[in-house]
């Protein structure tokens, strides 16, 4: 899948861009008979159509007043066939957040892997992520708002994801040893400061506006790593980047 690649915009051809996109499902629906389709493809076809039904459908309603039939609506599929794919509404919901999860993941590692000194590159990462739940503000309320009424399984899924995102911060560790001072658990402190700060303004509906964060964000990250001085120029770096980017807009 393709990721967002601009500030505050979807990728229409990922299935991230179509969920956010009011296109309606059913046009992807194959055509009745023979039409020769592997049925590999027959049923990739259905199994995304009910994957961005279930998020649409939450994005609208809420994660518990979405029922299975609000979602076979929604995709254009029958009822035989969803239980082929999902055994119930949370089976199918987290097989959606996985997908996303993998998609926001491909843009940051794209963004993450540049041949840059690592805090640039960390930078990078920080400016991918912030882009993508930017540009998928249905989405990003689902996948954080909504993830925590599922259920208990929901925390075992967000520590999932936290240790994913913040094992990229690993290759950090060799250059802790210029802020000796702080605590040793730097990827849960760093990672879980700047999920605290998106969650709050997912939660107050200002997603559109978290790449303006990419400053302080960056701060907050890097500091644990290389100190508050070094942390600082690349806050500063990170306002001139950002600076640019607002310019071409």
Request: proline content about 5%; hydrophobic content about 40%; aromatic content about 6%.
């Amino acid at each position: 899948m393709s990721s967002s690649s601009q500030q505050g915009q979807a990728d229409p051809d990922s299935l991230a861009g179509i969920i956010e996109v009011d296109q309606d499902l059913h046009l992807w629906k194959l055509p009745r008979g023979r039409h020769g389709l592997p049925r590999e493809l027959v049923a990739r076809s259905q199994r995304e159509r009910l994957i961005a039904a279930v998020v649409r459908v939450t994005a609208e309603k809420g994660y518990r007043a979405t029922s299975v039939a609000d979602i076979l609506k929604a995709a254009g599929v029958g009822r035989e066939s969803f239980y082929r794919y999902f055994e119930n509404k949370e089976d199918c919901f987290l097989a959606a957040n996985d997908v996303l999860i993998d998609d926001l993941e491909a843009a940051v590692a794209d963004a993450y892997d540049q041949p840059r000194p690592w805090p640039a590159r960390v930078r990078g990462g920080l400016v991918a992520t912030l882009d993508w739940l930017a540009g998928n503000p249905d989405i990003t309320r689902v996948m954080m708002i909504e993830m925590g009424t599922v259920g208990p399984v929901a925390i075992l899924r967000f520590r999932q994801t936290f240790h994913r995102f913040t094992a990229m911060l690993e290759d950090g560790e060799q250059l802790s040893e210029e802020a000796p001072d702080l605590l040793t658990n730097r990827a849960s402190i760093a990672g879980g400061a700047v999920f605290a700060r998106v969650y709050e303004e997912v939660a107050i509906g200002n997603i559109e506006n978290l790449p303006q964060l990419q400053p302080q964000l960056t701060f907050e990250l890097l500091l644990p790593y290389i100190g508050e001085e070094a942390a600082a120029i690349e806050r500063d770096a990170a306002n001139e980047e950002l600076d640019r980017r607002n310019s071409a807009q």
